[in-house]
Every structure is written in structure tokens, then in C-alpha cells.
Nanobody
């Protein structure tokens, strides 16, 4: 029900903007849900990156991305974006968008999210 876009290859220090939207034919809408961004690097567990509340008034970030990543949502477009700046090689991973019901100060947790996209690859390399 959710679809990610915007991944790619970028040099260290560069920027990418990921976008999450409801799939066109699903009838699903992001507006009803808390949205989280997660990532999974090869050989590692999926980890929460950031989340945003339903009205966009509350956001939380993993310590590893604070000050570099910004999550935002556009209710008119029914999208949630993740702006990633000052990217590092360790940010390389498949990034997933997910819809759920909880965005707490400890950041998004996999078990709190029910609807997942297929993921988009982000590679940070010289």
C-alpha cells in the first residue's frame, strides 16, 4: 500500500530526497497513519531512522541521523518525504517507508508498523 521513490547513488557529503506515497490503485491513504522511515544494510537488522505523527507536529530521529535528515509530510499530496543531507557511506542501505500508529521519542520500531513498501536503494560512495 505504500511506495518509496528517490533512492540512488550519491557521493559522500551529498543529498537525496526520498518520498513515500500510497500506491495508486490501493485506495490507501497515508493521512490516517503515523509514517516511519527505516533502513536495512546488508547483514544488519532493519533499524528505525525517523517518524512523523499524523498531523506532522511531532517528529523523531535516530541519533545517527539527527541534524542531517529531515522528515516532512504534505497532506495535500498525501506524501511523506525524507530529506537526507551530508550523507555518509554508513548511510548506505535499502530504505523503507511504513505506515503505523506509533511515533515515540525512542524513534520508530519495526513492530509498530503494519504496512510496508518494497524499499529503495541508497548508496553513498565516492
Amino acid at each position: 500500500q505504500v511506495v518509496e521513490s528517490g533512492g540512488g547513488l550519491v557521493q559522500p557529503g551529498g543529498s537525496l530526497r526520498l518520498s513515500c506515497a500510497a500506491s495508486a490503485a490501493s485506495g490507501f491513504t497515508l493521512d490516517y497513519y503515523v509514517i516511519g522511515w527505516f533502513r536495512q544494510a546488508p547483514g544488519k537488522e532493519r533499524e528505525g531512522v525517523s517518524c512523523i505523527s499524523r498531523n506532522g507536529g511531532r517528529t523523531h530521529y535516530a541519533d545517527s541521523v539527527k541534524g542531517r535528515f529531515t522528515i516532512s509530510r504534505d497532506s495535500a499530496k498525501d506524501t511523506v518525504d525524507l530529506q537526507m543531507n551530508s550523507l555518509k557511506p554508513e548511510d548506505t542501505a535499502v530504505y523503507y517507508c511504513a505506515a503505523g500508529f506509533r511515533c515515540e521519542s525512542y524513534g520508530p520500531r519495526v513492530d509498530d508498523y503494519d504496512y510496508w513498501g518494497q524499499g529503495t536503494q541508497v548508496t553513498v560512495s565516492p
